[in-house]
């Protein structure tokens, strides 16, 4: 059996890009190209100023730094890599479909097909193919089949090419990804190719102990990926479920999961009470789940999922009506300060963040949107938000990107924090509070900001899941 030494991974995004950054610094002997069809974003990938990576993530420039052309190339040649490689690692997107059989909820697998009709065409020799995107179970079937039959259809270059497919699933959180590759709690490795599943692991056994690499069937792999973010999902949806009841009752959240995380059956990790959660993950494998609870008759099993990503609406569109109720029923011509809009801190990812639902619900309301994030660019919130997005009474586009905390609370009649940056967390409320117009409002949907400091000054300060 050879060994691995020259790796290619398809799509550059915020899966393959940090995987093969860690990769790269923990295995110095393996070559390892990632390649991606979006030439912008390889250009970026390629900067020599790091702070324009395409991706924002804690400790990632520093293995850029250190790895890059070295063992570590981004590239948009995709035949040539292909060819080269003993081992391909799938890491391209996988959206939820939207139109077509199982639109709204089964995945788009179009990337992933390409990527197999890619494969099947260039690749030479024994080839294992390592597939990290979520994915909806049997996924690594399609993947076979393509390249079965092209095969077989025996007229492309790679008479002599022979397939190996994997499931290896990513659980890596963004914001914490470059420290989950590095420390994971397991890693998951699915198939029926003895040799191929040594080889992978032997990469992995590089820096992580062997009683942490999990083998499994294909199908208890991918299916467990899926199922590990919807019992991660639910907790949330669970425990925003429980803010409103605090809300009314007089208890307080951060009390209630302090209360119940310490019980060890249940655990203190993901309950912490917000606007809802976003990311690329949680709500497209619900929706897959729900997709193959349905496929396979089990309507129930799909209600009950259905019930976490309605509590994730749900939260969203309280906490927005709630904050007009309190400004008086009306925040038509009013300033609403948003501070942050990328679904979670430490990371410049918007995708499915709940500040996307409730920014459009209150410009829907009339309002003027001060928008402030730390890294999601103006760019980013126009291709969401729209750019002519305009205010009927005075034709001037409703929502702007500020640079600075001070820029964004001039004038405004709320903050409604968001994300839970770091920076939120140590503010000069009083300087805040001179600039904003009275009576002044914190809506605090994630509990970071320092209540002790708010309350010295007369602004309102409503907490989620903490009644007043
Ligand atoms: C998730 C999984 O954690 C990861 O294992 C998988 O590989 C991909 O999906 P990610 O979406 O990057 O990772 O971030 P995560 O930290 O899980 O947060 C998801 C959402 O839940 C965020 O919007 C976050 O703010 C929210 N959240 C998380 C809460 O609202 N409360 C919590 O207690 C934890
Ligand atoms: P994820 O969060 O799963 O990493 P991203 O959307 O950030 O998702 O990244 C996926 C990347 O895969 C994108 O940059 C996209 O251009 C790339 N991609 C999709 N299809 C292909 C393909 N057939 N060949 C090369 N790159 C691809």
């Excluded at 919807?230 to 999961?257: D, H, M, P, W």
């Excluded at 996307?356 to 829907?364: G, H």
Aim: proline share 3%; aromatic share 8%.
């Amino acid at each position: 059996m050879k060994k691995i030494k020259n790796v290619c991974c398809i799509g550059a995004g915020y899966v393959g890009g940090p995987t093969m950054a860690v990769l790269a610094d923990k295995c110095p002997h393996l070559e390892i190209h990632v390649v991606d069809i979006n030439k912008t974003r390889i250009k970026a990938w390629n900067d020599n100023d790091l702070s324009k990576l395409p991706i924002f993530e804690p400790g990632l420039e520093k293995i850029i730094k250190k790895r890059r052309n070295h063992n570590l190339f981004f590239s948009s040649e995709v035949k040539k890599n292909i060819r080269k490689a003993e081992m391909i690692f799938i890491s391209v997107n996988t959206p939820t479909k939207t139109k077509g059989i199982g639109a709204g909820f089964a995945s788009d697998l179009r990337w992933i097909e390409s990527c197999a009709r890619q494969i099947a065409e260039y690749a030479e020799g024994y080839t294992i193919i390592v597939e990290k995107s979520t994915l909806p179970v049997r996924t690594a079937e399609k993947i076979k089949s393509i390249l079965n039959s092209s095969l077989k259809a025996n007229n492309s270059q790679n008479i002599n090419a022979q397939f190996s497919v994997l499931s290896n699933p990513e659980f890596l959180a963004e914001g914490t990804a470059i420290n989950d590759l590095i420390n994971p709690d397991r890693i998951l490795i699915g198939g029926d190719d003895d040799d191929a599943i040594k080889l992978l692991e032997d990469i992995y056994s590089n820096w992580i102990e062997k009683d942490k690499i999990l083998k499994t069937n294909i199908w208890s792999s991918e299916l467990s990926k899926l199922i590990a973010n919807a019992f991660l999902a639910q907790r949330i949806s669970s425990i925003n479920s429980v803010s409103a009841l605090c809300e009314k009752t007089g208890a307080n959240v951060l009390e209630v999961s302090k209360a119940i995380g310490m019980d060890k059956r249940i655990g203190e990790k993901f309950l912490n009470a917000g606007p809802g959660f976003g990311g690329s993950c949680f709500k497209k494998d619900i929706l897959n789940l729900i997709y193959i609870s349905e496929f396979y008759g089990l309507k129930e099993v799909a209600d009950y999922w259905k019930s976490v990503l309605d509590i994730n609406y749900w939260q969203q569109n309280r906490i927005s009506s709630l904050i007009i109720e309190k400004l008086f029923g009306t925040i038509a011509g009013k300033k609403i300060s948003i501070f942050g809009f990328a679904f979670k801190s430490n990371t410049n990812d918007t995708r499915e963040s709940p500040a996307i639902n409730i920014c459009k619900n209150f410009l829907n309301e009339g309002c003027e949107l001060l928008i402030y994030d730390p890294k999601v660019t103006e760019q980013e919130i126009v291709s969401i938000l729209g750019s002519n997005n305009l205010n009927l009474d005075t034709n001037k586009r409703n929502w702007h990107k500020l640079d600075t905390i001070i820029e964004a609370v001039t004038n405004a009649d709320a903050i409604v924090v968001l994300t839970e940056w770091e920076e939120f967390k140590n503010i000069n409320w009083d300087i805040i509070y001179s600039l904003m117009r009275k009576p002044a409002w914190i809506f605090d949907t994630r509990n970071i900001c320092n209540k002790e400091e708010i309350e010295k000054t007369d602004i309102n300060l409503w907490q989620v899941g903490i009644s007043k």
